[in-house]
Protein backbone atom coordinates (compact mmCIF):
# COMPACT_ATOMS: atom_id res chain seq x y z
CA UNK A 1 0.00 0.00 0.00
CA UNK A 2 1.14 3.70 -0.36
CA UNK A 3 0.13 6.50 1.64
CA UNK A 4 0.29 10.02 1.77
CA UNK A 5 0.93 12.25 4.82
CA UNK A 6 0.20 15.91 5.27
CA UNK A 7 1.38 17.23 8.17
CA UNK A 8 2.11 21.30 9.59
CA UNK A 9 -1.75 22.89 9.21
CA UNK A 10 -2.76 24.49 12.02
CA UNK A 11 -3.94 28.11 13.09
CA UNK A 12 -2.00 31.20 12.47
CA UNK A 13 -2.87 34.78 12.58
CA UNK A 14 -2.63 36.75 9.41
CA UNK A 15 1.05 38.08 8.13
CA UNK A 16 1.89 34.49 9.49
CA UNK A 17 3.86 31.17 8.17
CA UNK A 18 2.99 27.89 7.74
CA UNK A 19 5.09 25.22 6.67
CA UNK A 20 2.91 22.12 4.79
CA UNK A 21 4.99 18.46 4.46
CA UNK A 22 3.75 15.81 2.58
CA UNK A 23 5.21 11.90 3.16
CA UNK A 24 5.04 9.15 0.81
CA UNK A 25 5.33 6.22 2.68
CA UNK A 26 4.82 2.28 1.22
CA UNK A 27 5.81 -0.06 -1.35
CA UNK A 28 6.83 2.83 -3.52
CA UNK A 29 9.84 2.85 -6.45
CA UNK A 30 9.41 6.20 -8.07
CA UNK A 31 7.27 9.39 -7.61
CA UNK A 32 7.29 11.38 -10.56
CA UNK A 33 5.21 14.92 -10.00
CA UNK A 34 4.08 16.19 -6.91
CA UNK A 35 1.13 19.26 -6.14
CA UNK A 36 -0.79 20.98 -3.50
CA UNK A 37 -4.54 21.63 -3.76
CA UNK A 38 -6.78 23.46 -1.57
CA UNK A 39 -10.24 23.68 -0.54
CA UNK A 40 -11.90 26.72 0.84
CA UNK A 41 -15.41 26.06 2.25
CA UNK A 42 -18.24 25.94 -0.36
CA UNK A 43 -15.53 26.45 -2.69
CA UNK A 44 -14.19 23.81 -5.30
CA UNK A 45 -10.48 22.10 -4.61
CA UNK A 46 -7.71 24.41 -6.31
CA UNK A 47 -4.20 23.84 -7.43
CA UNK A 48 -1.71 25.92 -5.31
CA UNK A 49 1.69 24.53 -6.53
CA UNK A 50 3.44 21.73 -8.59
CA UNK A 51 6.65 20.48 -8.48
CA UNK A 52 8.34 17.51 -10.68
CA UNK A 53 11.00 15.14 -9.61
CA UNK A 54 13.47 16.74 -11.51
CA UNK A 55 12.44 19.84 -9.59
CA UNK A 56 10.86 21.69 -11.54
CA UNK A 57 7.90 23.94 -10.24
CA UNK A 58 4.32 25.53 -11.38
CA UNK A 59 1.85 27.98 -9.14
CA UNK A 60 -1.25 29.40 -8.91
CA UNK A 61 -0.59 32.52 -10.58
CA UNK A 62 -2.29 34.63 -6.91
CA UNK A 63 -0.16 32.80 -5.17
CA UNK A 64 3.73 33.31 -6.25
CA UNK A 65 5.80 34.81 -4.32
CA UNK A 66 4.25 33.99 -1.17
CA UNK A 67 3.98 30.55 -1.41
CA UNK A 68 7.08 28.09 -2.07
CA UNK A 69 7.09 24.19 -3.04
CA UNK A 70 9.79 21.70 -2.74
CA UNK A 71 10.55 18.57 -2.41
CA UNK A 72 13.24 15.71 -1.18
CA UNK A 73 13.21 13.16 -3.25
CA UNK A 74 15.79 11.44 -0.49
CA UNK A 75 12.75 11.04 2.32
CA UNK A 76 9.91 11.11 -0.43
CA UNK A 77 8.69 14.35 0.97
CA UNK A 78 7.25 17.68 -0.61
CA UNK A 79 6.84 20.76 1.19
CA UNK A 80 4.87 23.97 0.87
CA UNK A 81 6.21 27.01 2.89
CA UNK A 82 3.40 29.74 2.97
CA UNK A 83 4.36 33.17 4.09
CA UNK A 84 2.00 36.16 4.77
CA UNK A 85 -0.63 34.25 5.24
CA UNK A 86 -4.08 35.58 4.38
CA UNK A 87 -7.38 34.83 5.86
CA UNK A 88 -8.53 33.87 1.93
CA UNK A 89 -5.58 31.06 2.45
CA UNK A 90 -7.74 29.11 4.87
CA UNK A 91 -8.41 25.91 3.26
CA UNK A 92 -8.01 21.95 3.78
CA UNK A 93 -4.56 21.82 1.72
CA UNK A 94 -3.91 18.47 0.32
CA UNK A 95 -1.07 16.77 -1.45
CA UNK A 96 -1.03 14.40 -4.34
CA UNK A 97 1.58 12.21 -6.24
CA UNK A 98 2.08 10.25 -9.22
CA UNK A 99 3.59 6.90 -7.82
CA UNK A 100 4.67 3.96 -8.93
CA UNK A 101 4.75 0.84 -6.80
CA UNK A 102 7.24 -1.43 -6.42
CA UNK A 103 6.54 -4.42 -8.96
CA UNK A 104 4.19 -2.26 -11.03
CA UNK A 105 4.91 -0.93 -14.30
CA UNK A 106 2.20 2.26 -14.43
CA UNK A 107 2.11 5.22 -12.27
CA UNK A 108 -0.98 6.39 -10.43
CA UNK A 109 -2.25 9.41 -8.71
CA UNK A 110 -2.85 9.17 -4.95
CA UNK A 111 -3.84 11.64 -2.45
CA UNK A 112 -3.48 12.54 1.66
CA UNK A 113 -6.38 12.87 3.64
CA UNK A 114 -5.70 16.68 3.81
CA UNK A 115 -4.40 19.45 6.85
CA UNK A 116 -6.20 22.09 7.96
CA UNK A 117 -4.83 25.48 7.84
CA UNK A 118 -6.87 28.29 9.30
CA UNK A 119 -5.66 31.77 9.14
CA UNK A 120 -7.23 34.23 11.43
CA UNK A 121 -7.21 36.56 14.49
Known amino acids: QVQLVESGGGLVQPGGSLRLACAAS????????MAWYRQAPGEGRELVAG???????NYADSLKGRFTVSRDNAKNTMYLQMNSLKPEDTAVYYC???????????????WGQGTQVTVSS
Open 96 to 110: TAEIRRLGDYRFYDY
Open 26 to 33: GRIRSINA
Open 51 to 57: ITNDGST
